[in-house]
């Protein structure tokens, strides 16, 4: 009766958040959706070092979800793989909720959560520290995945870190 009702809270709870976590914004076709200044922008599988880490987007698939993990009607998984290496001396926080992906049809999607063993939640690296898994934005089937980007903050407010073409 205890786990059911520890399963049932985890349940409540992942919903509550999931409800909250289907964001869409409009940008413009092609634009940086943060502010004028230049963002330095890279291909999947390069290296990218910004703010004491070492950033590596790989593995862009498409998904149609499975068990719980089940997208809206009409939509799809993009996931990437994202590993993330502290190169300084200090900690260095992450989350999976930092990054936002934009589509062919312009909009702005975030990462969903997800019950999956593979997928990169938060949290904080020490000095040498290296983390990876996999994100999921949740998509319309008609579209495919353009870019992501990394933001400061998880409202993805400002000008990114930096952009990693998935074209």
Known sequence: MKKFAILVL???TILGVTACGSKESENEEGSQSG????VSTYSLNQTITSNGAEYKLSNLTYDAGSGINIPEEGNQYAVVT????NTSNASVEYSSRNFALVASDGKQYIPEVMLSNSALSAGT???G???SGTVYFQIPKSTT?????LYADLLHNGTPFFTVNLK
């Open 10 to 12: 985890c349940l409540v």
């Open 125 to 127: 690296l020490a000095a």
């Open 35 to 38: 502010g004028g200044s230049n």
């Open 82 to 85: 994202v590993e993330i290496k």
């Open 145 to 149: 995945a353009s870019s992501i980007s």
């Open 129 to 131: 520290q290296t983390v």
